[in-house]
């Protein structure tokens, strides 16, 4: 039991959180919101939540076709987010799993 704990804490959780603060967060800052601000007039910022609150205009629709680095972005973001998604969902599970394994062994005591 205290080596499951352990490789949930040590192992999965701190390389799930190490991926998404240094990997995921370099890409969305460095690559990423840089692309889509070339591409895009952001008219309205929701300054509280931190994101774009739908409102942009493309700065030149014709040339968006051509623009293969904004699409790559995208696409890497999109394959990247749910990469995180069902990471996050069995980390979840992991967590469930293992707390219905400490009760079990509460119980049984």
Do not use: W
């Not at 190490?18 to 840089?34: A, S």
């Not at 700065?59 to 972005?73: F, P």
Request: hydrophobic fraction near 35%; aromatic fraction near 12%.
């Amino acid at each position: 039991m205290r080596q499951r704990i352990t490789t949930l804490y040590d192992f999965e959780f701190n390389n799930t959180i190490d991926f998404e603060t240094k990997d995921d967060h370099e890409f969305q800052y460095q690559i990423l919101i840089p692309e889509v601000t070339k591409a895009f007039n952001i008219t309205k910022f929701d300054a509280a939540g931190g994101y774009p609150s739908g409102l942009a205009e493309p700065i030149d629709r014709n040339s968006l076709i051509y623009n293969y680095s904004l699409r790559n972005a995208l696409n890497i973001n999109y394959t990247l987010r749910g990469y995180m998604i069902a990471t996050y969902k069995n980390l979840k599970e992991d967590v469930k799993a293992c707390i219905a394994h400490i009760e079990k062994e509460l119980k049984n005591k």
